[in-house]
């Protein structure tokens, strides 16, 4: 297993896990960019938006609720915050496997 995601998954290295269920994981990026900075990620390796099939709209919805719910909890969702989800190569993309960050906590302003 060389997804360094699904080796977070399977608890075989670190990560600091904020939520978690059946289906995905939210833990702590090792490189926050914000104040607050999460990645949602399904268990299941789905390598990234590209590969999403039709089914896979719950789990989507699911992944977002997550995000909705860890800011309300961390008293973030009144400022607002940012959801980022990056596809591939020209998306900005480094690891591949699928990825929701839920970053907050300041006045992050327009995108670059
Ligand atoms: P992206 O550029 O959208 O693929 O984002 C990948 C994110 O994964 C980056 O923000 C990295 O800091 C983060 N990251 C990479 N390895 C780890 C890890 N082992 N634990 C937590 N976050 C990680």
Redesign the pocket.
């Known amino acids: 297993m060389d997804c360094?995601f699904c080796r977070?998954v399977a608890q075989e290295?670190p990560?600091t896990i904020r939520h978690e269920t059946a289906d995905l994981v939210a833990?702590?990026?090792?490189?926050p960019r914000a104040p607050f900075h999460i990645?949602l990620i399904p268990k299941r390796h789905i390598p990234s938006v590209r590969e999403l099939m039709d089914t896979d709209a719950k789990l989507m919805g699911d992944l977002i609720g997550a995000a909705r719910t860890i800011a309300q909890a961390q008293g973030i969702a009144p400022g607002g915050y940012r959801l980022v989800i990056?596809c591939g190569q020209d998306g900005?993309?480094?690891?591949a496997h699928l990825?929701l960050?839920l970053l907050g906590g300041k006045r992050l302003g327009a995108m670059a």
């Open positions: 360094v977070i290295i990560a833990f702590d990026d090792l490189h990645l990056n900005g993309q480094e690891v990825h960050h």
